[in-house]
């Protein structure tokens, strides 16, 4: 079975935070094995309708679920990010990836913590300079207060942070914090 997926959305606000947006995700999943997600759903299904109390249910369909995902596990199912873009002010976060569940050399249903070892996958995420930039001040802002707070630095030390004085070491120092 292949999934797939197109989510998109014209615009996102957030409390008083200016409109983002447009906003694009394309996703597929791949070598997803219908008779095991047919059982799963069937299961769900038996679970809801048998009665038993939230928290019991919650923890067998936990555990239905891991059953699941080792025995999807063996057909080695991928997820495809195929595109993925974000309008910001500040420009556009743009990126792809894709992810794989190898299960053909573990037996996931019997230990699921093996999912760990048998996920591989790899990404790309481009973000525009100006975000790196305020985020990089902010860190490098919110460092400089952690500073102040720990005592690190000594009461004149602190005195001789006037704004200037912090804009020309936020100067020096952004492009290091870029690179970061």
Request: cysteine-free; hydrophobic content about 40%.
């Amino acid at each position: 079975l292949t999934i797939g997926l197109n989510i998109q959305a014209a615009g996102i606000t957030a409390g008083n935070e200016p409109k983002v947006g447009p906003m694009n995700l394309a996703m597929q999943f791949r070598k997803l094995d219908l008779a095991t997600i047919l059982k799963l759903q069937k299961d769900a299904r038996a679970m809801q309708k048998g009665g038993m109390p939230e928290m019991q249910a919650g923890m067998m369909m936990f555990g239905k679920m891991l059953e699941s995902l080792g025995a999807l596990a063996k057909k080695s199912p991928e997820l495809e990010i195929t595109q993925f873009s974000f309008k910001t002010p500040a420009g556009e976060i743009t990126g792809k990836g894709k992810l794989v569940l190898d299960g053909s050399q573990h037996d996931l249903t019997a230990n699921p913590m093996l999912i760990i070892q048998a996920l591989s996958g790899e990404g790309e995420v481009v973000v525009p300079e100006g975000m790196v930039k305020q985020w990089s001040e902010k860190t490098l802002r919110q460092d400089l207060d952690n500073l102040k707070q720990s005592g690190a630095l000594k009461d004149n030390e602190i005195a001789k942070l006037t704004p200037e004085r912090i804009a020309s070491i936020t100067n020096k120092a952004l492009p290091q914090y870029m690179e970061r």
